[in-house]
């Protein structure tokens, strides 16, 4: 429910957002087609791409391989922590400068992603 109830937010904070020369785009491990189907039913219009077919997820420690829950511990918000879930929230800014090279800039994970619901 968190991760839907953050995205029904994301909509209405895109005209400020976009005012800064920002984007949103929101990704998940979901094939493509399954992505577009729940989005259109949830009438959402930011840009959501699919993760599928890569290693985004596992690079930002958001998503665990077999091996790692097999393991117990997974690394989850800048620390060893037990396993309690295969998918787990983060935002990630990044910025593009004008030679096209990007740059991590900034992520939280659990509680710290609540700054694009609205008060």
């Given at each position: 429910m968190g991760c839907s109830f953050k995205a029904?937010?994301?909509?209405?904070a895109l005209q400020h957002i976009e005012r800064h020369d920002v984007k949103f785009v929101a990704i998940s491990r979901a094939p493509l087609a399954e992505i577009a189907a729940?989005?259109?039913?949830?009438?959402?219009?930011?840009k959501w791409v699919s993760s599928h077919s890569n290693d985004f997820n596992?690079?930002?420690?958001?998503s665990y391989t077999n091996n790692e829950i097999a393991a117990g511990k997974v690394y989850y918000n800048y620390a060893?922590?037990?396993?309690?879930?295969?998918?787990l929230s983060g935002n990630s800014i990044f910025y593009k400068d004008a030679a096209g090279n990007v740059?991590?800039?900034?992520?939280?994970h659990g509680r710290g992603d609540e700054m694009l619901v609205g008060a």
């Open positions: 029904d937010h994301v909509d209405a729940f989005q259109q039913r949830m009438g959402w219009r930011f596992y690079d930002y420690h958001v060893l922590s037990d396993f309690v879930c295969e998918e740059f991590h800039t900034y992520c939280t």
